[in-house]
């Protein structure tokens, strides 16, 4: 499958089959989240693997959007590791890290045929209190993995994606 043709086939699964992601797979999408590029490449991310049947039940306390999925991980930045930038102190660079590393993540899982959810529909102080997580680390995103059941289907808002015209300008 081209870039072109992964990117565009891939959607927000709601609805998990029980089967297990293999070990291996797990592997290949958190080397794939390794190589991501970070603000000065300063990899502030952490990254927890839920995966143990005791860790999703806490998981899927704090979210009501787990679907049921057998895997999730929680994508974390260290706030004593992330890039400020020296232009405006208020703008760090954690939230952006966290981002492309799950978003590598999402992309590697489509290619080996694992979907996944990409959740911010829960609490990160819930979260970081439910799995002792240290203070210092901002959980920025739940994404949960797995493989489809029979029926499961994109939503239909899937294909719902705005022109180029509405969003892009040459400038
Ligand atoms: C930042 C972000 C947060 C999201 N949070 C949730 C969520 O909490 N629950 C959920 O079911 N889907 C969530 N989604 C999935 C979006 O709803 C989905 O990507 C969007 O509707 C487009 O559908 P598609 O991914 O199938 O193209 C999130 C996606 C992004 C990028």
């Known amino acids: ?19 297990p992601v293999e070990d291996e797979k797990i592997q290949k ?12 490449n300063n990899q502030p991310q952490k990254v927890y693997v839920v995966q143990s049947l005791s860790a999703m039940d806490k998981l899927r306390a704090v979210t009501p959007c787990h679907y049921n999925a057998p895997l999730a991980m ?4 260290d706030k004593n590791q992330e890039w400020h930038n020296p232009t405006d102190e208020t703008i760090t660079s954690g939230v952006e890290d966290a981002s492309i590393v799950a978003t590598h993540m999402m992309l590697q899982s489509a290619d080996l045929g694992v979907h ?14 439910a799995f002792n ?23 239909p808002t899937h294909t719902n994606k705005k022109p180029l015209s509405d969003t892009v300008q040459f400038l």
Do not use: H
Request: glycine share 2%; aromatic share 12%.
């Open 1 to 19: 499958m081209t870039f072109e043709e992964l990117s565009t086939a891939r959607y927000t699964q709601r609805s998990y089959d029980t089967k």
């Open 29 to 40: 999408i958190l080397q794939a989240g390794r190589v991501a590029p970070t603000a000065k």
């Open 74 to 77: 929680i994508i974390c930045y």
């Open 116 to 129: 996944s959810t990409w959740v911010n529909m829960f609490n990160p102080d819930e979260t970081r209190k």
């Open 133 to 155: 997580l240290p203070e210092n680390e901002v959980p920025v995103l739940l994404m949960m993995f797995g493989y489809p059941t029979a029926s499961a289907a994109p939503a």
